[in-house]
C-alpha cells in the first residue's frame, strides 16, 4: 500500500506542475512572449531546409550616417 507521505508528495508536485504551467501559459500570451517564442522558432528552422553549408546571420545592425537598422535574420 502507498503510504501517505508518498501521496502528499505527489499532489505538492502536482500543483507546483499546475503553477508553472500557468505562468508559462500566461507569460506566452503577453507580446513579450509571444516575441521570444516566435523568434525561437525562426532560429531553429531558418537554415536547416536545404542542403549544404548555410550561414544564418541574427540580429544584423547596419549603420549609414550615424543611423541604424537592425535586420533580425538573413
Do not use: A, C
Not at 27 to 38: V, Y
Not at 44 to 71: A, P, R
Amino acid at each position: 500500500m502507498i503510504s501517505s507521505e508518498i501521496i502528499i508528495i505527489f499532489f505538492i508536485l502536482l500543483i507546483v506542475l499546475g503553477v508553472l504551467l500557468g505562468i508559462l501559459i500566461g507569460w506566452s500570451q503577453l507580446p513579450s512572449g509571444k516575441g521570444f517564442l516566435g523568434e525561437l522558432l525562426v532560429r531553429l528552422i531558418i537554415g536547416k531546409t536545404k542542403e549544404g553549408k548555410q550561414y544564418v546571420l541574427n540580429n544584423y545592425m547596419v549603420v549609414d550616417e550615424g543611423k541604424s537598422s537592425q535586420i533580425d535574420h538573413i
